[in-house]
């Protein structure tokens, strides 16, 4: 574990706010990042993290609504 572990960031533009977080509750640190419109979260370990700078924009881009819906 590296690095500063407290404190919350908030990151916003037109389009959407997210806060972000690191959560020490478990084994290793994880990245909490919260949807302030939606209350959602996901949690990313460093594994996770180090899986998204491998993404393409376009698998990316599937997540980038920030109001999706539900499934049928």
Do not use: H
């Amino acid at each position: 574990m590296t690095g500063r572990m407290d404190g919350e960031w908030i990151i916003a533009n037109e389009f959407s706010q997210v806060r972000l977080t690191v959560d020490t509750n478990g084994n290793d640190p994880r990245l909490c990042i919260e949807d302030l419109a939606t209350e959602r979260r996901i949690y990313l370990d460093a594994f996770g993290l180090a899986g998204l700078t491998t993404a393409t924009p376009e698998e990316l881009a599937r997540y980038m609504d920030p109001n999706p819906r539900s499934e049928p």
